[in-house]
């Protein structure tokens, strides 16, 4: 099957062995199909078995048994795996992390897995009610380069590969700031350099193979810094983590 979606700008032809991707993201699909499209993601059998061995190897290193997942599924990872490698080049990046906006803004929180950032953005649904958006619960692109309108500015956005929960809106928001959560017993929050964050900003950075398009990669996680803020919060799970991060970031 094949077709044309747009993500964070960018005309995106998938053609694919199985139909789940497509329908994973029906929202995103392009209503002139005759257009063409930016970059072009074709997936292939070895990819499928590629992303086995990948989960398999992942599963290991977190000690957890093997797990046998549909081929479909895997496909799927395949897909934006391929897109993410290509996406650079053209000034975007996928940053694993769970974002939210507020009243038009989106505020990024990434972690070690496990460490509750699912957790601590339910924390802010529930603070802001409806002045907040769910924009990726999970796989975010994020638009550093390229937005004449919003140049001195980074911009946010949802992709329908948003996490177990499915948490994600087909929208895009003024990134405001990153926030690396660890857990604490009082919630405190502090503006830290791109020193301080660039190495879990890295391990939490899709990161190319291609040793030109990890490059890039770091090349953009440099210039996403200079249009953010860059924190770190240690926080428990009490409705306070919500205000003290808000508080602190909105600035």
Sequence with gaps: ?????????????????????????????????????????????????QESKLSDDERAFEGLPPFTFPNPYLETLAVYRKMATVMPQLGVMLLHGSVISVDGEGYMFTASSGTGKSTHVRLWRELFGERAVMVNDDKPLIRV????????????????????????TNMSVPLKAICILERG??????????????????????????????M???????????????????CNMDPEAAEVAYGGMKG
Excluded at 35 to 45: G, K, L, N, Q
Excluded at 224 to 233: A, D, F, M, P, V
């Design 1 to 49: 099957m094949k077709a044309i979606y747009r993500f964070a700008d960018i005309n995106v032809g998938i053609a694919s062995i199985y139909d789940e991707v497509h329908e994973m993201c029906k929202d995103y699909l392009i209503q002139d199909q005759s257009i063409m499209p930016d970059i072009v993601v074709r997936t292939s059998e070895e990819d499928i078995v």
């Design 145 to 168: 380069e390229g937005h004449i309108e919003n140049a001195d500015r980074a911009i946010v956005y949802g992709t329908p590969w948003d996490g177990k929960h499915h948490l994600s």
């Design 185 to 214: 017993e009082k919630n405190e929050i502090e503006r830290i350099s791109l020193d301080d964050a660039y190495t879990m900003l890295l391990q939490q950075s899709f990161r190319p193979d291609n040793p030109m398009a990890l």
């Design 216 to 234: 890039r990669v770091m090349q953009l996680l440099t210039q996403l810094s200079e249009k953010i803020g860059l924190y770190r919060l240690k």
